[in-house]
C-alpha cells in the first residue's frame, strides 16, 4: 500500500472523522482490539493505548517510532 492510498484509508476507517494527516504525523492512532471486534479506534497520542492494540495496516505504515505495535 502507498503512502496516498493509507492517507485515503485512514480517512475512511476513522471512526472520529479526524484528518488523516493527523494520524500520518503520529497526532491520532488507528488500531485494534480483541475486546471490540471488528471495530477500528482511534486515540490521541497520549492516551493510553489497550494492552492488546494492533495498528490497522493504514496506520502501520505512519506508526511513530514511540509506540510498540504487539
Known amino acids: 500500500m502507498s503512502q496516498d492510498e493509507a492517507l485515503l484509508q485512514l480517512a475512511r476507517e476513522c471512526p472520529r472523522k479526524i484528518l488523516p494527516a493527523l494520524h500520518a504525523c503520529g497526532h491520532y492512532l488507528h488500531g485494534t482490539s480483541e ?13 493510553a493505548l489497550p494492552a492488546d ?18
Open 53 to 70: 492494540w494492533t495498528p490497522t495496516p493504514a496506520q502501520a505504515l505512519f506508526l511513530p517510532s514511540h509506540v510498540q505495535a504487539s
Open 35 to 47: 475486546r471490540f471486534p471488528g471495530k477500528v479506534l482511534c486515540f490521541h497520542k497520549d492516551s
